[in-house]
């Protein structure tokens, strides 16, 4: 990230910002993840009115395979600015490239003014990111956990299924230190 020397003015104009921005919701669908999204379009729309306001100014530029995005309070010129690496799939395909770069800049625009927005742009239906919550290790896993590791079985298999309290630990530990 580059900035100027002094942010002071965009400080005080991302305050402004921010007191009159309010939370980007969702307006598109994502088909092959059955998921919803806040579209580029739809946070810029949802943006400009605050940033006026704020006298701050957002430009993105592609410069390679990356995205510069660069946010700038107008009056003093004082700014931020940060690259985005857009990875392209099929970099010959200016389809593939045109989507890279929107979805770069969806998140960018995002990013640098900390926007709100409720977006995970299909990664909660692919699994992706998700935290799952695990099942204690009661009395009657801990008996097949016991069996488990008598047998051969790793600590770190049983981690992986069970949310596991300190005394439980310790008994497992326990039998792995006398086998």
Do not use: C
Request: hydrophobic share 35%.
């Amino acid at each position: 990230m580059e900035r100027s020397e002094s942010i002071k003015a965009l400080t005080s104009g991302l305050a402004i910002f921010h007191s009159n921005v309010g939370k980007i919701k969702k307006d598109s669908k994502n088909p092959f993840f059955k998921s919803s999204y806040a579209s580029l379009s739809h946070i810029l729309e949802e943006i400009s009115d605050s940033l006026e306001k704020a006298g701050l100014v957002i430009s993105q530029w592609p410069d390679g395979s990356n995205l510069v995005t660069m946010l700038i309070h107008a009056e003093s010129g004082e700014y931020l600015s940060s690259s985005y690496n857009m990875p392209v799939a099929k970099a010959n395909d200016p389809q593939a490239v045109g989507s890279s770069i929107s979805y770069a800049r969806r998140y960018a625009v995002s990013s640098i003014l900390s926007l709100n927005v409720s977006d995970d742009d299909g990664n909660k239906a692919s699994g992706v990111g998700q935290v799952v919550e695990l099942p204690w290790l009661n009395k009657d896993d801990f008996n097949k956990a016991s069996e488990y590791l008598r047998t051969g079985g790793k600590i770190e298999v049983i981690k992986s299924k069970y949310r596991i309290s300190t005394e439980m630990m310790k008994n497992l530990l326990n039998i792995t230190e006398k086998l």
